[in-house]
């Protein structure tokens, strides 16, 4: 009898080619997990970014949702189908479907080709809290491939520390008071997030130039807002349900008014876990509770007291936030 040659250089040559062949489907299958492979921190380098690491945290967070439930209301579910809802504004459209036919006959629910076609997708969540005065993180944050602010975030004269560009911005009628030809991009999402039927009756008011509604605010929206139908988007309200009832625990069926909501903040993390696949965060937290006088926002002096009737628990979304850091779903890029 005899046995072949037994040669351990061949054995050690066939693993090298196999490591070569996942190295080759690696570089031509995911570019960036390639580069991430090969990665070694440089000066100026855009962070490494994981194909799928957000999704994986969504899980973790919400519970088994796919990525299926659209981010944008579309017209197709109100008219052709009529997609029941099961709950009622914030969380969901039921009992407004007409008024929201109306809004959405004139806006829009694509998603930008530039972010559709990344690979993988870096998104920073710019929070309005007062740790980015002089944090100088407005060059790093405009590198993001999506930038997503909240409410009337300024831009304008506070590059330096915020940033200049803005991919998506989260508003409803009493936070619109900004002026989106100034503070946002020519092709900047301006995302409607509804928290009652008055606020679809604004948004055609404005679009239409309608008799404008006056009553039914907690503060007077802006009348006139200088903003093209096309870059309007009207938020899924299922975001904000998974928000209250998945991060915060909140009651989603309650009887009469809604007592307590997620703020903006927390529903564009929300939103970002899911559009994206890395999610940093930045201008979040507020001061601690002994700091009275310090303010909350990094463009104006307004104090914690005003948050005390805002219907949002700030103590108990700290925790939520701090979980999803412990956790790595996040990454705070000013200090929480
Ligand atoms: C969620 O999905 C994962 C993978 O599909 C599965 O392993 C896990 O058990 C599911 N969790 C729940 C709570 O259904
Ligand atoms: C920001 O920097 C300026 C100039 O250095 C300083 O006067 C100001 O107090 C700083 N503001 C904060 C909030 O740290
Ligand atoms: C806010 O959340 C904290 C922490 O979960 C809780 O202890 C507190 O009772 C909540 N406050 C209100 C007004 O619900
Ligand atoms: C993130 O927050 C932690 C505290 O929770 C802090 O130690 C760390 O410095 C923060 N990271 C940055 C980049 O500010």
């Not at 050690?12 to 080759?24: G, H, K, Q, S, Y």
């Not at 967070?61 to 579309?74: A, D, T, V």
């Not at 100088?136 to 930038?147: F, Q």
């Not at 625990?249 to 903006?264: A, N, R, Y």
Request: proline letters at 6%.
């Amino acid at each position: 009898m005899t046995t072949l040659p037994r040669n351990p250089g061949w054995k050690l040559l066939a693993m090298l080619a196999l490591f070569l062949a996942v190295m080759v489907w690696y570089s031509i299958s995911r570019e960036d997990r390639y580069i991430e492979l090969f990665y070694f921190p440089a000066p100026g380098k855009r962070e490494p970014c994981l194909q799928g690491e957000a999704e994986k945290m969504v899980s973790k967070l919400f519970g088994n949702y796919s990525r299926e439930q659209p981010f944008f209301l579309q017209l197709k579910d109100y008219f052709w189908v009529k997609t029941p809802s099961l709950y009622e504004l914030p969380y969901g459209t039921k009992g407004s479907e007409d008024l929201l036919l109306r809004v959405l006959a004139i806006t829009s629910y694509s998603i930008p080709e530039s972010i559709q076609s990344l690979k993988c997708r870096r998104c920073v969540v710019v929070g309005n809290g007062h740790r980015l005065r002089n944090s100088s993180l407005g060059e790093a944050i405009n590198k993001y491939d999506v930038v997503i602010r909240l409410n009337s975030a300024p831009v304008a004269g506070y590059e330096q520390d915020v940033g200049s560009k803005t991919t998506m911005r989260l508003f409803y009628p009493e936070s619109a008071h900004f002026n989106p030809k100034v503070e946002d991009n020519p092709d900047t999402l301006l995302v409607l997030v509804a928290f009652k039927a008055m606020d679809f009756h604004w948004i055609e008011s404005i679009l239409s130039d309608k008799k404008r509604v006056r009553k039914g605010f907690w503060k007077q929206p802006p009348l006139i807002w200088d903003v093209n139908p096309k870059q309007i988007r009207i938020l899924n309200p299922f975001y904000m349900e998974i928000a209250a009832d998945k991060l915060l625990s909140l009651p989603i069926q309650q009887p009469h008014k809604i007592k307590q909501k997620p703020t903006t903040g927390l529903l564009a993390i929300t939103l970002a876990l899911h559009l994206c696949d890395l999610v940093h965060i930045a201008g979040f937290g507020y001061p601690d509770a002994h700091q009275k006088k310090q303010s909350i926002h990094y463009y104006e002096y307004i104090t914690l007291k005003s948050m005390m009737w805002s219907g949002h628990n700030v103590s108990q979304e700290a925790l939520a936030i701090k979980r999803m850091l412990e956790i790595g779903a996040v990454k705070n890029l000013t200090y929480f």
